[in-house]
């Protein structure tokens, strides 16, 4: 079946078969590997990416699902070599080990902040249910999360949601490293 | 972990997807949002020769208001049930479930019907649709026909869907102004329920004049608690009578024994849950 979707900016036209994975259509047709496989199950939530601006998990999707659809991965973020705030907080804060979960991290934050631009942790960590980190890093990654709000203009949440203005009241405890 | 290979087609209209239904037969799968069915077929638990997206029909997705009841679209994701102010008004015991079904990224595409048509007894939708005897609409080559709550589910995984029919809207009558809650016990983020109660009550004065308890997994099917209910309705709502009315929980109750609790454990959790619910609705 031909498909037809934007990635990361980036128009794709291809045959697929239609038990195709949307994760295997990124990583093995577009060559997108910034998105991993982690459990394979859909529980851990490593394959994050975002479907017309809601996060997905791409191992749980089929690629044919995805035909005239808008997909976003990690690799999309960056602009023009400038980190994502999302990304330079994760960095700033320590919020990886082995790194593994970290792109299913981000793009799951990301869709958190979209809807609740200014969370407090029991919110991050009901918001990253769906994500599992093996290191059990969560004490970091749920920092970062919290730091990025901070600092995130509201443009950088995508534009696809309505905008929220950015709160600058952070509770005093989260401070930048 | 890959599928088997099927054929795939995406209807534009019930009556396409009714007709593709038909014309592949028993092997034929239905394909929502598949978050129930994309992990079943990975694991080559089900290999059907033909999937029917219903994922772009636009009739089946949305909440409408028909005066005395809500309409949820089969294809509606979790994401929207659970966020829609009709239903946090009409129907807040939904919404409160919805909110606890797997984790945000699967509520964003997995949906109310596909979740209640699939009936796996831990799903935490069962139980609120039949306490608050919602009624399915169903299509077939035959025409549309409503199957009540208390018809719907058979046995485990087992609707009252015949071969050919297709699971359409959702009626849910309102519950203005019921205060709810839905109590659920996992052992970690984002699990299955081991047991649940979806509890909904409408409290006059300090009194229960009315209440509505369903039970998750605590059968093959969801199971009404009537007699919690019985218990409950002209009493005031007081720690006592609460606790009265749920020891009564496990009547009428078949639960299983698993890896995850045997069915003497359930029947204890059934009990405190309950009673967790029934406070919470009521204050």
């Known amino acids: ?62 690629a044919v699902q995805a035909d005239g659809r808008e997909i976003t ?4 973020l960056a602009d023009d070599g400038e980190l994502h705030p999302l990304q330079q907080a994760f960095h700033d804060n320590h919020a990886l080990q082995c790194g593994f979960c970290t792109p299913g991290m981000i793009m799951q934050a990301l869709d958190l902040l979209k809807e609740n631009p200014d969370p407090d942790e029991d919110e991050v ?13 969560y004490q970091n990654i749920v920092k970062a999360v919290r730091a990025a709000a901070e600092q995130m203009p509201s443009a950088a949440r995508q534009a696809d949601v309505p905008q929220e203005p950015v709160t600058a009241s952070m509770p005093s405890e989260v401070s930048q490293s | 972990m890959i599928p088997a290979a099927f054929d795939y087609v995406v209807p ?5 997807a009714v007709r593709e239904l038909h014309d592949a037969g028993e092997d034929a799968k239905v394909l929502a949002g598949g978050q129930s069915l994309l992990p079943v077929l990975r694991m080559r638990l089900a290999a059907p020769s033909k999937i029917i997206d219903i994922g772009r029909i636009p009739e089946l997705k949305g909440i409408r208001d028909e005066g005395d009841h809500l309409v949820i679209g089969a294809a509606t994701p979790h994401h929207e049930v659970q966020k829609n102010q009709l239903v946090r008004d009409h129907a807040l015991l939904i919404a409160l479930a919805t909110e606890t079904v797997a984790d ?63 699971l359409l809207e959702v009626k ?15 052992r970690v983020a984002q699990a299955w329920s081991i047991c649940g109660v979806a509890a909904a009550c409408r409290v006059d004065g300090g009194t229960i004049a009315e209440a509505r308890v369903g039970l998750t997994n605590m059968s093959s099917v969801p199971v009404r608690a009537r007699a919690v209910e019985q218990a409950l309705v002209g009493q005031q709502a007081t720690a006592e009578v609460i606790k009265a009315a749920a020891s009564h929980a496990v009547d009428g109750t078949l639960p299983t024994s698993d890896g995850n609790a045997d069915a003497e ?13 029934v406070t919470a609705a009521c204050s």
């Open chain 1, 1 to 62: 079946m031909r498909i037809t979707t934007t990635v990361d900016g980036t128009s794709y036209t291809d045959e697929v078969e239609p038990r195709m994975l949307l994760v295997q259509y990124l990583r093995e047709r577009l060559g997108k590997v910034g998105t991993v496989v982690g459990c394979d199950t859909s529980n851990c939530g490593a394959c994050t990416v975002h479907l017309d601006g809601q996060s997905v998990k791409s191992c749980s999707v089929l």
């Open chain 1, 73 to 76: 991965t990690i690799e999309g």
């Open chain 1, 125 to 137: 960590r009901s918001g990253l249910e769906g994500n599992l980190c093996r290191c059990t890093g």
């Open chain 2, 12 to 16: 534009a209209s019930v009556d396409d």
């Open chain 2, 104 to 166: 945000p990224q699967v509520r964003h595409l997995g949906t109310f019907g596909g979740a209640l048509a699939h009936a796996d007894p831990a799903g935490d939708l069962l139980a609120p649709a039949l306490a608050l005897d919602a009624v399915f609409v169903v299509a077939g080559m035959d025409g549309r026909h409503e199957i009540p709550a208390s018809e719907f589910f058979v046995d485990y995984f087992t609707t009252a869907l015949r071969p050919g029919e297709l």
């Open chain 2, 172 to 186: 849910v009558p309102k519950y203005t102004g019921w205060r709810a809650h839905y109590e659920k016990f996992n």
């Open chain 2, 265 to 277: 454990y359930r029947e204890h959790l059934a009990k405190v849950l309950t009673e967790r619910a």
